[in-house]
């Protein structure tokens, strides 16, 4: 039940910022690549599921490893989204102004998400 909602929160966050980027594209002058957005947010959203599949298993768990398993959650999405930023703005050199605004939006948008998603779940079921 909880990967559910989570997973359809992240779904509508992908497809709004997916929508409102193609409109903005359409009706300013900015050049926004669909093609690069959908990668980014596939790969955002990939690092966010195996996120939340470690801290819904660490629920699961006896109390003293619960906190263990939340702070590895956590580390493991830091961790998968520094190589995301290094692989996407140094090693395929999307550093256009539209790229790194794209790639900082998305980061912002789903890291939030996913910060207040295990908030609220803590705070129905404490450590």
Request: aromatic share 12%; glycine share 4%.
């Given at each position: ?37 959908a990668?980014?947010?596939?790969c ?9 599949v ?5 629920l ?68």
């Amino acid at each position: 039940m909880i990967f559910r909602k989570f997973l359809t929160g992240i779904l509508l966050i992908g497809l709004t910022v997916i929508v409102s980027a193609y409109l903005a594209g359409r009706f300013t002058a900015l050049d926004v690549n669909i093609t690069d957005l959908a990668i980014l947010t596939l790969c955002f959203t990939l690092i966010s599921l195996v996120m939340i599949v470690i801290f819904i298993k660490g629920l699961s768990k006896e109390p003293e490893n619960q906190t263990i398993y939340s702070l590895a959650a956590l580390g493991v999405k830091i961790f998968l989204e520094m190589a995301l930023a290094l692989v996407w703005l140094i090693i395929a050199k999307k550093t256009g102004v539209v790229s790194v605004v794209l790639f900082f939006v998305l980061y912002l948008a789903i890291s939030l998400y996913s910060i207040f998603f295990i908030l609220k779940t803590l705070k129905k079921k404490s450590l």
